[in-house]
């Protein structure tokens, strides 16, 4: 076959033109599944009462959800409610079971354990849809995603959304992030 290739030219065009078609498809198919978010970019997260449900993103971390949901989620689970109006950090871990990355994070996650103020929420993909007044606040679109809730939020509650492998570390400043109150700085050059 490789003889047949290098001595006839028809094949090889034929062969090329294959390429280049199935790379076109390829690349167009990328192209209209890719996703506008950035993997650590905080966007907004659900209401205040969590509760309610409600669609949206933003690169701004203290934005507000505006839009509604088409169809309402379904009532969050009642510990989740309490810890959040509790006044706790509300940390969810959306994670596959099967994924290497997934289960590492959730034992990353374990730093959360007993920490006073945080309540940790590991929810597998199979559960998610308890939890899409939320999920679908921050505009989740893949695993493992580490979703911290502001605690105390009077109106719209915030939320950041980092995805991907998270270490000890970066899980604990998530929740530090998450709890700051103080002023905030933007860049702007001279």
């Known amino acids: 076959m490789r003889k047949k290739l290098n001595e006839n030219k028809n094949a090889q065009l034929i062969l090329l033109a294959v390429l280049i078609l199935g790379g076109g498809l390829l690349f167009m198919t990328r192209m209209k599944g890719s996703s506008s978010s950035s993997s650590s970019?905080?966007?907004?997260?659900?209401?205040?009462?969590?509760?309610?449900?409600?669609?949206?993103?933003?690169?701004?971390?203290?934005?507000?959800?505006?839009?509604s949901a088409s169809v309402p989620a379904?009532?969050?689970?009642?510990?989740?409610?309490?810890?959040?109006?509790?006044?706790?950090?509300?940390?969810?871990?959306v994670v596959k079971p099967s994924g290497i990355d997934d289960r590492m994070v959730v034992q990353a996650s374990s730093t959360l354990l007993g920490e006073p103020g945080v309540a940790l929420f590991v929810v597998p993909v199979d559960n998610l849809a308890r939890y899409a007044a939320?999920?679908?606040?921050?505009?989740?679109?893949?695993?493992?995603?580490?979703?911290?809730?502001r605690p105390g939020d009077s109106g719209q509650a915030q939320a950041s959304i980092q995805y991907g492998f998270q270490t000890p570390e970066s899980i604990v400043?998530?929740?530090?992030?998450?709890?700051?109150?103080?002023?905030?700085?933007?860049y702007a050059p001279n």
């Open 74 to 93: 379904p009532p969050l689970p009642a510990p989740l409610v309490a810890a959040h109006e509790h006044g706790d950090t509300v940390v969810l871990l």
């Open 173 to 186: 400043q998530a929740v530090s992030d998450a709890r700051y109150r103080g002023p905030t700085l933007t």
């Open 41 to 67: 970019a905080p966007a907004a997260a659900a209401p205040a009462s969590p509760t309610a449900a409600s669609t949206g993103t933003s690169t701004d971390p203290t934005a507000s959800l505006t839009a």
């Open 134 to 149: 939320i999920t679908q606040g921050v505009g989740l679109d893949r695993t493992p995603a580490l979703i911290v809730m």
